[in-house]
């Protein structure tokens, strides 16, 4: 296997025509790629043409996604099958040099080297330090910064439960704040190990030939070495009612951190920027470090101290180092009969879409939970119920896809198979599509804020309870379940007041039959703090609300 030919290329496709269109536009850009034709006869090789099905397949497996899309892919002979490279570098989890290692399951396994030499480089014994402050503007952008991308490691499964990973998703990215991240990472000298000799076990397998054993006890490859040194990842999310304002911060921060402006230049900005209700700005900052101890490793909380720690990071990963790499080599790197490992041709395309997937789902539900939270930054939203339930089914989904991603890296999906949440049982779907709009800026300083704080219920309408909701200017804003006497529901939701007096109507929802009404206020715009009565048919709510400036 090892004298064969690899070809790789990458197509780039943007599908937006027809599925025959489709067909050309791939294998036009193959041919372009170099790519040998798959679908004529070639007179040196002698291959048959390949079948309609054949094309139809190849064709499908370039364009199953919806966007332009980069796909790698290796060819061998007209038949399309992922490639093991013989050396690589994977996140580190727990390997120690020697340990075999099984390409399918990204894991370490039986050790069937022993009597080797661990050291580090003699003439390199300097440090290598990559560093950024970045802007980043997509979840997947977040996770690249992080070296979290799945072409980086192609380990999705073991990744995504690291605790690197989870602060990575923990992040909460969603598109109306600005994320800034700081990126530190430091290489010491690798430790690599040296005159590798297979133990007395393997050596008997690979003398009998039972190569399949071989594999399954000791992997199709071996840790070779370890990349110490550390990591220091700080994510400082912005959020300004004023997207100028927002986007300025953002920059006084990287500029700070860069050492462009004068220390503290940020922390002045942020608390004048706070100074005006129209600028009005919230920061949050987290950290994940691997290398250090004691108080090397302390939290960071002010912007100060990420910077300071951004700083003197490469100092720490020298005196409390840290393995956050490993080396994985094939072992025919070595002088062993293994054969190379080969995986199921459509392997990289199902465990790429199960991550697209993920990082979409992840990011609708951050997005429709910050406006949930938030509700002032945005145009009139959905009902709450309708929103909460979005949230929870895209949970269920990105919890699906991450089981389906699991099973698929670990080689328990034969063949791989594409997320489809239609086949779960029970079956899921994606909800339709929620648009989330930024508060309008044409508002003038003449409009007001309306706040609906607390609805308490005195005397339900029904025996027993009510299902209360309410309905501002004829959008139903809030509803609840269970209203029984003397009962307190918080509304909190946020309204623009464009016109002079608003409506605000109280109704009881029936199963059966129309809703009935329990009372009508009118809400003017030069009121409040205060509260509304509803009354009718026996029945008795009061609402408190408070009206507040909108400055542009």
Not at 210 to 231: C, H, N, W
Not at 354 to 378: G, V
Not at 446 to 458: A, G, H, I, K, P
Request: net charge negative; aromatic share 8%.
């Amino acid at each position: 296997m090892a004298g064969l030919e690899f070809n790789l290329f990458v197509a780039e496709l943007n599908v937006n025509t027809s599925e025959a269109a489709r067909e050309r536009d791939v294998i036009a850009q193959l041919r372009g790629a170099g790519v040998r034709d798959l679908l004529d006869h070639s007179p040196d090789t002698g291959r048959a043409p390949a079948t309609r099905h054949r094309r139809k397949h190849i064709c499908y497996t370039l364009i199953h996604r919806r966007k332009t899309i980069d796909f790698w892919a290796v060819f061998y002979r007209g038949d399309l099958m992922p490639r093991v490279p013989q050396v690589r570098r994977l996140l580190f989890n727990d390997e120690e040099i020697g340990m075999g290692f099984n390409s399918e399951s990204g894991l370490a396994v039986g050790t069937a080297l022993h009597n080797f030499t661990v050291d580090e480089n003699p003439v390199a014994t300097g440090q290598e330090v990559s560093a950024s402050i970045v802007i980043v503007t997509s979840h997947e952008q977040l996770m690249d910064s992080m070296g979290m991308s799945f072409e980086g490691h192609g380990r999705y499964g073991l990744v995504s439960g690291s605790a690197k990973a989870k602060f990575a998703e923990s992040s909460n990215f969603n598109s109306t704040s600005t994320f800034v991240v700081a990126r530190c990472v430091v290489q010491n000298p690798l430790r690599r190990g040296k005159s590798f000799q297979v133990t007395a076990p393997a050596q008997a397998l690979l003398d009998s030939q039972r190569f399949e054993e071989f594999k399954a006890a000791f992997g199709d490859s071996f840790v070779r070495g370890l990349q110490t040194g550390g990591e220091f990842y700080a994510v400082i999310r912005i959020t300004s009612v004023s997207t100028a304002k927002q986007s300025e911060l953002s920059a006084t921060l990287q500029a700070e951190a860069n050492g462009l402006i004068a220390s503290g230049g940020f922390s002045a900005a942020f608390a004048q920027a706070n100074s005006s209700q129209s600028t009005r700005s919230e920061m949050t900052a987290s950290m994940y470090q691997k290398a250090g101890a004691g108080v090397q490793i302390s939290p960071t909380v002010e912007i100060g101290e990420v910077i300071n720690r951004f700083k003197s990071f490469p100092q720490i990963a020298s005196t409390s180092a840290a393995a956050y790499e490993a080396e994985v080599a094939t072992y025919d790197t070595l002088p062993l009969p293994v054969p190379t490992p080969q995986e199921q041709e459509s392997f990289l395309v199902a465990l790429a879409d199960a991550r697209e997937k993920k990082m979409r789902y992840l990011q609708t539900r951050n997005d429709l939970e910050f406006a949930l939270r938030n509700p002032e930054f945005f145009d009139p939203l959905p009902a709450t119920e309708t929103l909460q339930s979005a949230i929870d089914m895209y949970t269920r989904l990105i919890n699906a896809v991450m089981s389906h991603a699991i099973r698929l890296s670990r080689g328990q999906i034969t063949p791989p198979q594409l997320f489809d949440p239609s086949t779960l049982t029970p079956a899921l779907s994606e909800p339709p599509p929620i648009p989330l709009r930024r508060l309008s800026t044409t508002a003038t300083t003449n409009d007001r804020l309306v706040q609906f704080q607390t609805l308490t219920c005195l005397v339900p309408a029904d025996e027993g309870s009510d299902e209360p909701y309410l309905v501002w200017n004829g959008e139903r804003i809030w509803s609840a379940n269970a209203a029984t006497a003397s009962s307190r529901h918080d509304v909190n939701v946020v309204r623009l007041m464009a016109t002079p007096t608003g409506t605000l109507e109280l109704f009881d929802e029936e199963v059966f039959g129309a809703d009935d009404p329990l009372g009508r206020a009118t809400i003017s715009r030069s009121d409040g703090p205060g509260t509304v009565e509803f009354r009718a048919d026996g029945s008795a709510y009061t609402l408190s609300y408070r009206i507040m400036p909108f400055t542009v």
